[in-house]
Nanobody, 111 residues
Framework: VQLVESGGGLVQPGGSLKLACAASGFTFSRYAMSWYRQAPGKERELVAI????????NYADSVKGRFTISRDNAKNMVYLQMNSLKPEDTAVYYC?????WGQGTQVTVSS
């Protein structure tokens, strides 16, 4: 099982980033996928989750209306579009499947 995140970086408050996660080693289309994040000194928290066919979606209250999770089962990819970013969104963002975790990608929101 391999989950590889990309798309993180430094962005100013109010800006946008799109994270991507490439999955391999399991039957991607059968499983829900999620994004978590962990800020320094804090516990890892669930950001968004998407069902196997993309119908069931849920978000943490802190990101509702700003973040959008999506997936492409043909490409074994899951995405997180992040808009209106705030300094408190600064964290390492992890892709998660029932089979395991990615290595994470750093998102820093700062002026």
């Amino acid at each position: 099982v391999q989950l590889v995140e990309s798309g993180g970086g430094l962005v100013q408050p109010g800006g946008s980033l799109k994270l991507a996660c490439a999955a391999s080693g399991f039957t991607f289309s059968r499983y829900a996928m999620s994004w978590y994040r962990q800020a320094p000194g804090k516990e890892r928290e669930l950001v968004a989750i998407i069902g196997s066919v993309g119908v069931i979606i849920n978000y943490a209250d802190s990101v509702k209306g700003r973040f959008t999770i999506s997936r492409d089962n043909a490409k074994n990819m899951v995405y997180l579009q992040m808009n209106s970013l705030k300094p408190e969104d600064t964290a390492v963002y992890y892709c998660n499947a029932p089979q395991g975790w990615g290595q994470g990608t750093q998102v820093t929101v700062s002026s």
